[in-house]
């Protein structure tokens, strides 16, 4: 094991967080922490790193465990650059060659010394194991993926905006080769090239994780197995996420009919003692009494909190034509970082702008919601639209006022009635609703600014980032409403999960440019970062028209096909990577240094038993994956044949 929590229990502001919790984490595992906002995600990272101690129960740490999260604070000396704070991660190397300069200095005054000798070859054989020579290719690589490429490597950190240095410090985090990671909710600072990037890294991560996360297609890439945080307890899941849902709705079910047999047992039982305990079955009845206080009680299932429902309410109709973009250029300061843009969006189209960090995609998205003026070219709204925000920051929420107040501003003619059902379906019922926004947490106040925006009944939606906020109900509830709005969509986002589910266009921003693609795979592989497809060169039709059957099966094809892809590669990756901790363990486990040294076979053999553990059921499903998504390349390949008829 790398730590075990036992009957662990966190109180904080007079709130019990965890109670009783029970959890082991082995080597090399790498577990995804989920459930809802509140649960207790975050106290539980900082449970596991020290930083709480439980009120109750116990944490045990393996002896020498190395363990790495997000630094809050930058420690950087003044004039440090980005590159030289991301190779900080590789402190191990630097240490190990100064040892290995002072071993070979002593063997010059004591030539032969086998003692000497025997500690540079284990420096070496050390030294070796962490490959110095990449270092400083593996951090530029990092670096380049989260956005802080080559002309941002050699700038020092000061200089860097507070969105860089998070990322800075993410990279720093991914690059330390210690025992365990872990990481709260590392999405929320990125873009969807930047989610790529982590979950590419964090697959290939042959240490432990646990990274929080409300992010689906990280957890479907990455994890071995879901932990849920929920009433205070742990416990594991099925790696994936619908294998997740699924065996936890199972378990649910099973848990509430075993619960209501037991009660209507109870309750039987009870009925007996009361007829009879003073009659001619008092013997039987006072029997019955002892069996009643012996039984062992299933706690009642919580159930599901409830999730918002998200309504649409009355959308009006719109022109057909939403908006209209004609040689708009996006900028600040005079300054364009994106130029050119012709971009037509009508009634019911689902619009993703995707592309990296500081390429013009959100200063684009601004000017398109007249959030911000062009710096030349006009954008034109069509006839009929009102259009809602919503801003990643949740700035537009006021400082002041309560839940209901925010409501009765966006909905004035709202009776308290009708205004507290409204704040009831996005979790705010009963004196929720008389909170003040100030108090709210992150995702509250993203919760209320979705009921805020809803309650207008827009016909066009602008959302740059809504998950970010949200757990994964929530997302769920919110992906489901969004394939169902009636009106159009922009869309900017970072879910993968989200984007493919819902947009029906994509739009790639980069190099001062834009230009349509045909999913988000597409846009990728436009950066090296998904198996090669041809990017459109030319801009598609932006028609609404109904789609003929075959295109419509064509569309869903092809979107089950990226799916089952990254599911496949997921696995061959896992898959992969378990057969090389075994290979080394076995290698390891010939070592005269491991298996001289029991406390350091024990934790070899631990690795090793973790490796092989379900190996076999991981290959049958990364075959019977790889089988499936065979047989929808074909179909797709015929449908597309036929189209081109």
């Known amino acids: 094991m790398l730590y075990r929590v036992e009957g662990a229990s966190v109180r904080l502001g007079g709130e019990t967080i965890l109670d009783g919790a029970d959890f082991q984490h082995n080597p090399g595992e790498h577990l995804v922490l989920v459930g809802r906002n509140g649960a207790g995600k975050t106290t539980f990272l900082r449970l596991i790193l020290g930083e709480v101690e439980p009120d109750g129960g116990r944490v045990t740490r393996v002896r020498g465990l190395t363990v790495v999260a997000l630094k809050q604070h930058f420690e950087a000396p003044p004039g440090t650059t980005v590159l030289q704070y991301a190779m900080g991660a590789f402190a191990a190397v630097t240490r190990l060659e100064e040892e290995l300069e002072l071993v070979t200095e002593e063997l010059t005054g004591r030539p032969g010394d086998p003692e000497l000798l025997e500690r540079l070859a284990a420096l070496q054989e050390e030294l070796e194991a962490h490959d110095p020579y990449r270092a400083e290719a593996e951090a530029l690589t990092a670096l380049a993926s989260f956005g802080l490429g080559d002309d941002l490597a050699g700038r020092p950190v000061e200089a860097l905006s507070g969105g860089q240095r998070t990322r800075l410090a993410l990279v720093r985090a991914l690059l330390e080769p210690a025992d365990l990671l872990l990481l709260d909710e590392p999405t929320n600072h990125l873009d969807l090239l930047g989610s790529e990037a982590l979950a590419g890294l964090l697959a290939k991560r042959r240490g432990a994780f646990l990274v929080a996360t409300h992010d689906r297609a990280l957890i479907d890439r990455v994890a071995s197995a879901v932990v849920e945080v929920e009433g205070g307890r742990l416990r594991r ?106 971009l037509v969006v009508r009634r019911g189209e689902r619009v993703a702008l995707l592309g990296p960090n500081g390429a013009g995609k959100t200063t684009l998205f601004r000017v398109l919601a007249g959030r911000m003026p062009p710096l030349a070219g006009r954008v034109t709204l069509g006839h009929g639209v009102l259009h809602g925000w919503y801003d990643q920051e949740l700035q537009d929420l006021p400082g002041e006022g309560t839940v209901l107040d925010v409501l009765w501003q966006a909905h004035p003619s709202w009776s308290p009635t009708q205004a507290r059902s409204w704040a009831a379906r996005f979790g705010f019922s009963g004196e929720a609703a008389d909170r003040p926004v100030a108090v709210l947490s992150g995702g509250e106040r993203g919760r209320l600014t979705l009921a805020r925006i809803l309650a207008l009944a827009p016909n066009l939606l602008f959302l740059d980032e809504p998950t970010n906020h949200l757990d994964l109900p929530t997302c769920e509830s919110l992906e489901t409403a969004l394939g169902a709005y009636p009106g159009a969509l922009l869309l900017v986002s970072h879910d993968r999960r989200l984007l493919e589910r819902v947009a029906n266009r994509f739009v790639l921003v980069r190099d001062g440019r834009v230009e349509e693609v045909g999913s988000v795979s597409e846009a990728l592989a436009a950066f090296g970062m998904a198996p090669a497809r041809s990017v459109r060169k030319e801009r598609q039709p932006a028609g609404t028209g109904r789609r003929s059957p075959l295109a419509e099966e064509e569309r869903r094809l092809r979107r089950d096909v990226e799916r089952l892809r990254a599911e496949v590669e997921s696995l061959e990756a896992e898959v992969e990577r378990r057969h090389g901790v075994i290979a080394e363990s076995q290698e390891a486990m010939a070592d005269r240094l491991v298996w001289s040294d029991p406390e350091r076979l024990a934790g070899v053999k631990a690795e090793l038993e973790a490796a092989r553990d379900g190996l076999e059921e991981l290959e049958d499903r990364w075959a019977e994956a790889a089988e499936d998504l065979e047989a929808l390349e074909a179909r797709l390949a015929e449908v597309r044949e036929q189209l081109k008829g």
């Open 237 to 342: 899941w099925p790696a994936g996420y619908e294998a997740y849902r699924r065996a936890r709705d199972e378990a649910l079910e099973s848990t509430r009919r075993a619960w209501e047999r037991q009660q209507e047992q109870i309750r039987k039982t009870e009925d007996f003692i009361r007829k009879n305990i003073a009659g001619q079955k008092t013997k039987q009845a006072q029997a019955r009494r002892k069996e009643l206080e012996r039984l062992e009680r299933i706690e009642r299932p919580a159930g599901d909190e409830a999730v918002p429902d998200f309504v649409w309410g009355d959308v009006p109709r719109s022109g057909d034509v939403v908006v209209a973009a004609e040689g708009v250029a996006a900028g600040y300061g005079g300054v364009p970082v994106v130029e050119g843009v012709d």
